[in-house]
């Protein structure tokens, strides 16, 4: 095509057409420019619909991956509500004669369990950059808030809970493993309150915490949705 354009040029040179010449020379570039710009607009249309291919995919792993969060959570719950209603019933019942100590304090000893979310779309998503180029940005805020700052949050106050746990459990471990703690009077179980006092405050905290994400995480797929 090249040597074509280039045969004609040439032509009419040596026929003397100068002017006929130039004006073909014009509007061989004028054709080569909008070459390129066609090119380049090909080119920026393929770029975005790349993006737009992985936005919808980082979308649908994401909402999947907080659909799974969302129900490890309300699981998590779950397993504080016997703990809590327990220890209520042991600070406010512990001086009466027929309180079901070994039932409530065992009930209260059962083994608890503490969040960590799936965050392999968002973390691809991060590590490409690819979630700073998507569309809606203040969708994208939300999620970054969720995992960079909520969740860190709720692993850091996780970790408490399972360290308070881990104090309790090693200490009466005995009492765990025979399921019976056994005649105390009140002073017994008062150190035996205190003791759980701390762990009791922080699955409080945590627990609350663990509901606010539940929000959070709903807010993220409606708000998608909208």
């Given amino acids: 095509m090249i040597k074509f354009f280039r045969k004609i040029r ?14 073909y020379a014009i509007g061989e570039i004028v054709l080569v420019v909008i070459g390129i710009l066609i090119a380049l607009q090909i080119n920026n249309w393929n770029e975005k619909n790349k ?27 779950k397993t504080y509500n016997p703990k809590i209603s327990a220890y209520s019933s042991l600070t406010n019942e512990f001086e009466k004669d027929n309180i079901e100590l070994d039932s409530l304090l065992n009930i209260y000893f059962v083994t608890q369990r503490t969040f960590y979310p799936i965050s392999g779309s968002f973390q691809a998503a991060v ?54 703690f056994g005649e105390m009077d009140v002073s017994e179980l008062s150190s035996i309150l ?12 945590y627990q609350d915490l663990l509901n606010k994400t539940i929000d959070e995480i709903d807010n993220i797929l409606e708000f998608k949705e909208r």
């Fill in 194 to 205: 205190d003791d759980m006092s701390y762990h009791h405050a922080q699955i409080r905290l």
């Fill in 127 to 180: 590590a490409g950059n690819e979630i700073n180029k998507f569309e809606n940005k203040e969708w994208t805020r939300l999620i970054i808030k969720l995992y960079n700052s909520t969740y860190d949050r709720l692993i850091d106050n996780g970790k408490i809970a399972d360290e308070r746990w881990e104090y309790l459990t090693k200490k009466y471990s005995h009492q765990r493993r025979i399921k019976k």
């Fill in 51 to 77: 993006q737009k291919i992985a936005e919808t995919e980082f979308i649908k792993g994401l909402k999947n991956d907080l659909k799974q969060d969302k129900q490890f959570i309300l699981t998590v719950i």
């Fill in 10 to 23: 040439q032509n009419l040179l040596l026929e003397g057409k100068t002017g006929k010449y130039l004006k």
